[in-house]
């Protein structure tokens, strides 16, 4: 299968704590590449945006 991607990608998985205001939350950062990486709250907050 061809790969279609603008920019390439580092297939991976990294647990992180991710900070919000004053408060820190357990997440996990996948497939990180320049135009962004795939992120999912293990705790996840109402309105919570990461961009």
Same mark, same amino acid.
């Given at each position: 299968?061809? !790969?279609?991607?603008?920019?390439?990608?580092? !297939?991976?998985?990294?647990?992180?704590?991710?900070?919000?205001?004053?408060?820190?939350?357990?997440?996990?950062?996948?497939?990180?590449?320049?135009?962004?990486?795939?992120?999912?709250?293990?705790?996840?907050?109402?309105?919570?945006?990461?961009?």
């Amino acid at each position: 299968m061809v !790969d279609n991607r603008h920019n390439k990608r580092l !297939d991976c998985e990294e647990c992180c704590h991710l900070r919000l205001r004053d408060s820190f939350y357990s997440a996990m950062i996948k497939n990180i590449s320049l135009g962004g990486a795939l992120v999912h709250f293990y705790d996840s907050q109402p309105g919570a945006r990461v961009g």
